[in-house]
């Protein structure tokens, strides 16, 4: 069963595929060493018999012989080809029987087949042979048996012949054990998804502390099951939430319902019972209402509205909607703005973000305290900053603040649904700015926006 799905996997046409260009290659390298060697090794053998020549040529006709005679005797593997023939072609001395019809008398180094004679007989050789004409009339032969060259270049190929099964067979064994490494790793990783499919969220899939392909891939999709699992508990905890904030506006209003109807005896009163249900009613439409608005704002729906906002100006009507509800409350609602500064953005979901920011600021500051919004630039970056002399928050609560429905034990008794500053984190995400809360007495938060636009 292994072997078949082997046999049709993948990994094993690379691994011939592979086998096949090494063994490819390697031949090509052995043509080319074969040719590179043969050549190399007749060039040499021409300059020594062109060497030969020229020392055999410069000698006297009589010293000739005898230096042609020694050379003969001094050659015990019978490679070595000397002659001398008369200008009728007899020959006077050496071991060819007779020159080739076809050899130029040029002296130049030339292949040919020559009939060798000397005291072991008569024999056909393929030999590299320079004649040449001598002053006297005279004609030198002088040569070298090519068989020597022949046996070392096919010594040199045969090396290279014998490596190339190896080779291959090396391939592919590699081929073989990498496709059982990834088969096993694929195994793991299949057994592990099934889990996680089966609901074991906190299941991951196995990398090693490499830099290969598979480990970098996954860790990316184990970074991505964290998102998941994070968003999925976060999903959870929300459904809990909301139905935890959900039942005391409805609860009260059937209380509100249930007593009316046993206890209410005039008109008058029936509708007390009716605005009373009515305002628990609306809270819980506003809670619905505020979670569809953060869900449209996280799926980044209202990007395509983005244009030029002057924040001078946003920041003026916000505190002109809000300048009545702090003079009624008694607290001083300062407006700091040296700058126009203008950034791009959405400019409904700005005005919602500082409105949101303002009003938690009036919400939590005590009468006879001040609230103060400001418009400055602070490292090449635009920010809107909306302090109060309130509680403040601490720093252990600073990151719990902007989840939803979260509500400090500090202010349990103040109205609010727990959504003003995730709602704002969500504002300041869709346009890429910063969200900052400094805690600390009083409250300090600003929302930070680079790059200005010029105003």
């Known amino acids: 069963m292994q072997l ?27 043509g080319f060493v074969y040719f590179k060697a043969k050549h190399d090794l007749t060039m040499r053998s021409d300059r020594m018999i062109a060497s030969q020549m020229s020392v055999f040529a410069d000698l006297s006709p009589e ?42 008398l040029d002296n130049v180094a030339r292949d040919a087949v020559i009939d060798r004679t000397d005291e072991s007989g008569s024999s056909r050789q393929a030999v590299r042979l320079i004649a040449r004409k001598l002053p006297n009339g005279d004609v030198l ?23 190339v099964v190896p080779a291959v067979l090396l391939c592919f064994a590699i081929g073989v054990i990498l496709n059982a490494r990834a088969r096993q790793r694929i195994v793991e990783v299949n057994e592990r998804v099934q889990r996680i499919v089966a609901g074991d969220l906190r299941e991951r899939l196995p990398h090693r502390n490499a830099d290969d392909p598979f480990s970098r891939l996954a860790m990316i999709v184990n970074g991505m099951l964290d998102e998941m699992e994070t968003l999925i508990q976060s999903l959870a905890g929300v459904g809990s939430d909301i139905a935890h904030d959900l039942r005391t506006p409805l ?7 249930e007593r009316g109807r046993s206890n209410a005896g005039t008109l008058e009163q029936l509708q007390l019972v009716a605005d009373r249900t009515t305002e628990a009613l609306d809270q819980s439409l506003s809670l619905i209402t ?21 924040l001078a100006e946003l920041i003026r009507e916000v505190a002109d909607m809000y300048e009545p509800i702090a ?29 949101n920011l303002v009003d938690n600021a009036i919400k939590y500051t005590p009468a006879g305290g001040q609230v103060e919004i400001g418009l400055l630039r602070s ?9 109060d002399t309130g509680l403040g928050i601490s720093d252990r609560e600073r990151h719990a603040v902007l989840r939803r429905f979260y509500r400090s034990d500090r202010v349990r008794h103040t109205s609010g649904l727990g959504l003003g500053l995730n709602l704002v984190a969500a504002i300041v995400r869709l346009h890429d700015f910063r969200f900052t809360i400094h805690p600390g007495a009083g409250c300090v938060v600003e929302i930070s926006c ?4 010029p105003a």
């Open 4 to 30: 078949g799905r082997f046999a049709r996997s993948t990994m094993l046409r690379w691994t011939l595929l592979v086998a096949a260009l090494f063994a490819g290659f390697v031949v090509a390298l052995l």
């Open 63 to 104: 010293r000739r012989l005898d230096a042609l005679d020694e050379h003969l005797k001094q050659d015990p593997r019978r490679v070595r080809l000397a002659a001398l023939f008369g200008p009728d072609g007899r020959r006077i001395l050496g071991n060819l029987d007779s020159l080739p019809r076809n050899l130029e």
């Open 141 to 163: 032969a002088i040569g070298r048996d090519n068989d020597e060259v022949a046996e070392i270049a096919h010594v040199v190929s045969g090396a290279f012949a014998l490596g």
């Open 251 to 257: 609860t009260r209003a059937r209380l509100i319902l």
């Open 290 to 310: 505020a979670i569809l608005r953060l869900t449209e704002i996280e799926r980044s729906q209202r990007s395509a509205g983005f244009g030029r906002v002057a």
């Open 327 to 355: 003079e009624d409350k008694g607290i001083a609602l300062l407006i700091h703005s040296p700058h126009e500064l203008a950034v791009r953005g959405d400019r409904d979901l700005l005005v919602e973000a500082v409105a």
């Open 379 to 387: 490292n090449r970056e635009t920010v809107v900053r909306v302090r």
């Open 450 to 453: 680079p790059s200005p636009l």
